[in-house]
């Protein structure tokens, strides 16, 4: 009998992990993207207050696809998720904080219309 084409477990398995690696390296492309996009922005307002978390996590994206490269799916996704949970930690933290021109930081305080604190 002819071999119909039916695929075996180990086929199934090298494809799926390809298709995971290539979603792996499409999401770890477009965070690098659009990290880079929000960076230059800043960098044309002159805000250089979010350089210090730009830089080193566009370097540990750097070495999640070099750990991708290398076929170590598992540490390149830990370090995407860490970078991501940093980013995002970061962000909420820091959003009401602006640096002062003398160095220390200032608590910026936005009053709203007693109408839109339940909207």
Do not use: Y
Not at 17 to 22: G, V
Not at 66 to 95: D, G, H, I, K, Y
Request: aromatic content about 6%.
């Amino acid at each position: 009998m002819e071999d119909l084409g039916h695929k075996t477990d180990a086929d199934v398995d090298f494809i799926a992990s390809r298709f995971k690696s290539r979603r792996l390296l499409q999401v770890i492309v477009a965070t690098m993207i659009g990290l880079a996009i929000s960076g230059a922005i800043n960098l044309i307002e002159g805000d250089w207050t979010n350089l210090n978390v730009h830089m080193p996590a566009q370097l540990a994206l750097l070495c999640a696809l070099w750990a991708l490269r290398n076929a170590r799916f598992e540490l390149a996704n830990a370090v995407l998720l860490v970078t991501a949970t940093v980013l995002s930690s970061e962000r909420m933290v820091f959003s009401k904080l602006r640096v002062s021109a003398a160095g220390s930081f200032v608590v910026r305080t936005k009053k709203l219309p007693h109408a839109q604190l339940f909207c």
